[in-house]
């Protein structure tokens, strides 16, 4: 028979998932930054103007303020040294998501890289 989760078990499960969705959030607001800079020229009254109602601009902040309060809630619970690893993911996701949404190319030394950052906060996590 299947066991119910606590509230507990839940919980951690909550913290764990938000050690890897930071990076996540982060990685898709620089995405959407990169997406805002096509619309960006010179940095005058007019630019700022149009950076101020750009769609994707706002929601690169708003996701950026939203992973903010969850970056604090995850210092709540993981000493800082084992909670800031997962940043390290930003270099995983970032390359994925520009390479899925913005057509820039990704090669097998990414693809290395990518797996060693992966490894190396798997061995420090475990540590």
Do not use: C
């Amino acid at each position: 028979a299947r066991q119910v989760l606590s509230l507990e078990e839940v919980m951690d499960i909550a913290k764990d998932a938000a050690l890897i969705m930071l990076p996540l959030v982060i990685a898709i607001g620089q995405v959407l930054f990169k997406l805002t800079s096509r619309d960006v020229g010179a940095v005058n009254m007019a630019s700022l103007m149009k950076l101020s109602v750009n769609g994707y601009f706002i929601l690169a902040l708003v996701l950026y303020g939203a992973a903010t309060v969850a970056w604090v809630y995850v210092l709540r619970h993981f000493p800082l040294n084992k909670a800031y690893m997962f940043m390290g993911l930003t270099f995983v996701f970032v390359p994925l998501l520009s390479y899925l949404f913005l057509k820039e190319p990704v090669n097998i030394r990414y693809l290395a890289g990518a797996a060693f950052i992966i490894l190396g906060i798997w061995l420090a996590r475990a540590a």
